[in-house]
T-cell receptor, first 106, second 116 residues
Framework: QQPVQSPQAVILREGEDAVINCSSS?????VHWYRQKHGEAPVFLMI?????EQKGHEKISASFNEKKQQSSLYLTASQLSYSGTYFC???????FGKGTRLSVIA | NAGVTQTPKFQVLKTGQSMTLQCAQD?????MSWYRQDPGMGLRLIHY???????DQGEVPNGYNVSRSTTEDFPLRLLSAAPSQTSVYFC???????????????FGPGTRLLVL
């Protein structure tokens, strides 16, 4: 079953923060986060393997609550380059949500 | 390393035709998978493999076959193409542990398929 992502779309001004949520109805072994630019393949952001673990990548971080079967992606001080569609993936096997379209405007 | 390669990049088929989408990786990854991407539907898992000789169905397997005779290759076969199979197809690979993708999943560049 596909994980459920929210919101479906969000528009930010440069420098604003955003949170993208991902939830699953089944037990999770790992959560993956990817970003896809239009016409390109998805690109890996991070993977979380432990319950309650939080990871960071520049100004993008994520948390994983294994008990609640939820993960959140945090984007702080957004930049124009953050625009794209963000997907969470849950395993096993690795299935993805429908994506969250993020647009950052100047 | 070439990473994950897919051929062809574009393909037009007529309804009822069959074809094979090729996928290869040179990273010695155990875990490989095929996804299709349609507008508003995200990435949907078609088939996946946790190692040579082992394959399993994903979310949308109907109309597709796979095999994994080597670690490197994971071809996807469309048995009798239908317009509903018009999509962008992505192959991906990663290291695995007990059937779970445990590290970065690398995606190929995709194959755009149009079925008339």
């Amino acid at each position: 079953q596909q994980p459920v992502q929210s919101p479906q779309a969000v528009i930010l001004r440069e420098g604003e923060d955003a949170v993208i949520n991902c939830s699953s109805s089944k037990a999770l072994y790992s959560v993956h986060w990817y970003r896809q630019k239009h016409g390109e393949a998805p690109v890996f952001l991070m993977i979380l393997l432990k319950g309650g673990e939080q990871k960071g990548h520049e100004k993008i971080s994520a948390s994983f609550n294994e008990k609640k079967q939820q993960s959140s992606l945090y984007l702080t001080a957004s930049q124009l380059s953050y625009s794209g569609t963000y997907f969470c993936g849950t395993s096993a096997p690795l299935v993805f949500g429908k994506g969250t379209r993020l647009s950052v405007i100047a | 390393n070439a990473g994950v390669t897919q051929t062809p990049k574009f393909q037009v088929l007529k309804t009822g035709q069959s074809m094979t989408l090729q996928c290869a990786q040179d990273m010695n990854h155990e875990y490989m998978s095929w996804y299709r991407q349609d507008p508003g539907m995200g990435l949907r898992l078609i088939h996946y493999s946790v190692g040579a000789g082992i394959t399993d169905q994903g979310e949308v397997p109907n109309g597709y076959n796979v095999s994994r005779s080597t670690t490197e290759d994971f071809p996807l076969r469309l048995l009798s193409a239908a317009p509903s199979q018009t999509s962008v197809y992505f192959c991906a690979s990663s290291r695995g542990y007990r059937g779970i993708s445990i590290e970065t999943q690398y995606f190929g560049p995709g194959t755009r398929l149009l079925v008339l």
